[in-house]
T-cell receptor, first 111, second 114 residues
Framework: TQLLEQSPQFLSIQEGENLTVYCNSSSVFSSLQWYRQEPGEGPVLLVTVVTGGEVKKLKRLTFQFGDARKDSSLHITAAQPGDTGLYLCAGENTGGFKTIFGAGTRLFVKA | GAGVSQSPSNKVTEKGKDVELRCDPISGHTALYWYRQSLGQGLEFLIYFQGNSAPDKSGLPSDRFSAERTGGSVSTLTIQRTQQEDSAVYLC????????????FGPGTRLTVT
């Protein structure tokens, strides 16, 4: 069974601080996605990483896919209250059959 | 429409009643997923459709849960004889066949069983 473990589960920080969220698995994924979910809404796709070692930047967010395509990280620079939400990583298995979601990291950025 | 739509947005039902939840995916998306999310939790996979067939029903929690998809488009998730533990937000997502991992979610249906 493929599992994606996210850490930390919960993070509360001050505006302006930096943070990193991790997503780890013992399985190889053909691609990995990061989503953000705000209260009362469905998750919204932020990024897809496909190549081992790939780094993608989205404004203050930096996403990295591990060389072996088993893990990923999301780094936020100078967090803002608008970054508050549930961050979910999801891996598409190599058979392309089903996407596996991590349990999520709940981020709260205080003004 | 431009995005995934779900109806109703909220449903309150009495224990033992049946409910139907509807999902209208993005036009052209062949893959459709149903998830369940309890308060403060992550996503629990329920079922996956590719076209009208459901290659993976492994997440359906009991035989009270069923889903169908007709015409490769709209999907209905049916919960029979609802129980209080069925209370949750039910999310639907769709994606293109060649990019299964890139899922676009609807706003969800909040189900409350009293």
């Amino acid at each position: 069974t493929q599992l994606l473990e996210q850490s930390p589960q919960f993070l509360s920080i001050q505006e302006g601080e930096n943070l990193t969220v991790y997503c780890n698995s013992s399985s190889v994924f053909s691609s990995l996605q990061w989503y953000r979910q705000e209260p009362g809404e469905g998750p919204v796709l932020l990024v897809t990483v496909v190549t081992g070692g790939e780094v993608k930047k989205l404004k203050r967010l930096t996403f990295q896919f591990g060389d072996a395509r088993k893990d990923s990280s999301l780094h936020i620079t100078a967090a803002q209250p608008g970054d508050t939400g549930l961050y979910l990583c999801a891996g598409e298995n190599t058979g392309g059959f089903k996407t596996i979601f991590g349990a999520g990291t709940r981020l709260f950025v205080k003004a | 429409g431009a995005g995934v739509s779900q109806s109703p947005s909220n449903k309150v039902t009495e224990k033992g009643k049946d409910v139907e939840l509807r999902c209208d995916p993005i036009s052209g998306h062949t893959a459709l997923y149903w998830y369940r999310q309890s308060l403060g939790q992550g996503l629990e996979f329920l079922i996956y459709f590719q076209g009208n067939s459901a290659p993976d029903k492994s997440g359906l929690p009991s035989d009270r849960f069923s889903a169908e998809r007709t015409g490769g488009s709209v999907s209905t998730l049916t919960i029979q004889r609802t129980q209080q533990e069925d209370s949750a937000v039910y999310l639907c997502a769709s994606s293109r066949r060649e990019r299964l991992g890139e899922q676009y979610f609807g706003p969800g249906t909040r189900l409350t069983v009293t």
